[in-house]
């Protein structure tokens, strides 16, 4: 079945960027998400990407695409106390399918 | 927009007791809503999806008389735990995917029922 990996852990200073990487093995994956879950809350939809693009940014956010090596990463930029979270990524064949979700990065910022 | 709600946010039962979660898209009709279980330090575990007028999909292993959902409109379902034990305690989280398919199909999800069973 398909599968989602993700770094368990990732820590950087405020200020910093912050790189979360995500691989996956679903070639046919059309969708790919990035959530980010604060602590005893639900899902917060961060941004998107079509497998068709390489890139997307939204402010402080920067998506990476490599359809090739099925990799997608999340940059944040001048990363903020209130970004510490648990991100995850998900992958959806189509926008009528389930999603499959990675196993989550917690994300800690030092002052 | 895109907002979904739950309810109750948080329940203590007893044990053998039912409990019923409330999960409704407040801004947005959803054809498609979702309910996900989640383990402490864990990823989301999806149980079943459910379309707005017919019977749910279980996912494997997920027991359908155990977790009754009922999807009777396009803005509310509800997961009720029949019997409920201790080990069915967890964080439910559920999800709606609006009828527009917009950003992607993605799904929005609501804050989270935290249910323990004593």
């Known amino acids: 079945g398909e599968d989602v990996e993700q770094s368990l852990f990732l820590s950087v200073r405020e200020g910093d960027s912050s790189v979360i990487n995500c691989t996956y093995t679903?070639?046919?994956?059309?969708?790919l998400y990035w959530y980010k879950q604060e602590p005893g809350a639900g899902l917060q939809l961060l941004t998107y990407?079509?497998?068709?693009?390489d890139m997307k940014q939204d402010q402080r956010l920067t998506v990476l695409l490599n359809k090739k090596d099925k990799h997608l990463s999340l940059r944040i930029a001048d990363t903020q106390t209130g970004d510490s979270a648990i991100y995850f990524c998900?992958?959806?064949?189509?926008?009528?399918?389930?999603?499959?979700f990675g196993t989550g990065t917690r994300l800690q910022v030092t002052l | 927009g895109a907002v979904v709600s739950q309810h109750p946010s948080r329940v203590i039962c007893k044990s053998g007791t039912s409990v019923k979660i409330e999960c409704r898209s407040l801004?947005?009709?959803?054809?498609?809503m979702f309910w996900y279980r989640q383990f402490p330090k864990q990823s989301l575990m999806l149980m079943a999806t459910?379309?707005?007028?017919?019977?749910?999909?279980?996912e494997q292993g997920v027991e359908k008389d155990k977790f009754l959902i009922n999807h009777a409109s396009l803005t509310l379902s509800t997961l009720t735990v029949t019997s409920a034990h201790p080990e069915d305690s967890s964080f439910y989280i559920c999800?709606?995917?609006?009828?527009?398919?917009?950003?992607?199909?993605?799904?929005?999800f609501g804050p989270g029922t935290r249910l323990l069973v004593l």
């Open positions: 801004d947005f009709q959803a054809t498609t």
């Open positions: 459910s379309n707005e007028g017919s019977k749910a999909t279980y």
């Open positions: 998900a992958e959806s064949t189509g926008t009528a399918s389930k999603l499959t």
């Open positions: 999800s709606a995917r609006g009828v527009s398919a917009r950003e992607g199909g993605a799904q929005y």
């Open positions: 679903d070639s046919s994956s059309t969708y």
């Open positions: 990407i079509f497998s068709n693009m």
